[in-house]
Every structure is written in C-alpha cells, then in structure tokens.
C-alpha cells in the first residue's frame, strides 16, 4: 500500500504544482477582467483588444458598449474585448 501512495506522490506534486502556478492565476485574471468590463460606465477611456482607443459613449444590457473612436465615429463593441481601461470618469454625485 505504501508503495502505490509512493508511486502517486510525484503525479500529485506535479498537479498541485501546476494548479498554483498556472491554473489559479489564470482564474484570478478572468476574476479581475469581468470586474473591469462589469464596472464600465459612460466617459471611461478604453482600449479594445483590437489595439483601437475610444471613449464609452453608451453601455447597453446586451453585453455590447458603443464606443466612440473618433468625433462622430461610433462602433459597437462586444464588452468582453475590451483589454484596458486608460481612464476612469468619476460617478455622478447625487
């Protein structure tokens, strides 16, 4: 029995290896991406994953964004391709 757990031991160590340096940092940066895209709001300037800079003109419910390129250029965007938020616009005070 201690010869088969023996066996084992190397495979085990090699997964929980592999888990805390490549699986579990992996989720942590899904976690923090579906933050970034949840949190977007009007005014953010964003950078797609396409290399294209733009402002949030409109976030819609359907997971798209309307994103404005340039001065009366607008495009929708899917929110998950949006690789960086450059700036943050301040929430409205009430």
Same mark, same amino acid.
């Given at each position: 029995?201690?010869?088969?757990?023996?066996?084992?031991?190397?495979?085990?160590?090699?997964?929980?290896?592999?888990?805390?340096?490549?699986?579990?940092?992996?989720?942590? $940066? %899904? @976690?923090?991406?579906?933050?970034?895209?949840?949190? =977007?709001?009007? +005014?953010?300037? *964003?950078?797609?994953?396409?290399?294209?800079?733009?402002?949030?003109? $409109? %976030? @819609?419910?359907?997971?798209?964004?309307?994103?404005? =390129?340039?001065? +009366?250029?607008? *495009?929708?965007?899917?929110?998950?391709?949006?690789?960086?938020?450059?700036?943050?616009?301040?929430?409205?005070?009430?």
């Amino acid at each position: 029995m201690e010869s088969a757990i023996a066996q084992f031991l190397p495979l085990i160590l090699i997964f929980a290896i592999m888990y805390f340096l490549l699986i579990r940092p992996q989720q942590q $940066k %899904v @976690k923090q991406h579906k933050a970034m895209v949840e949190a =977007l709001r009007r +005014g953010d300037q *964003v950078v797609t994953q396409g290399g294209l800079i733009g402002k949030v003109s $409109k %976030v @819609k419910d359907e997971g798209e964004l309307e994103v404005e =390129l340039a001065e +009366g250029v607008r *495009v929708r965007v899917v929110k998950s391709t949006i690789a960086q938020v450059l700036s943050k616009t301040e929430p409205a005070k009430e």
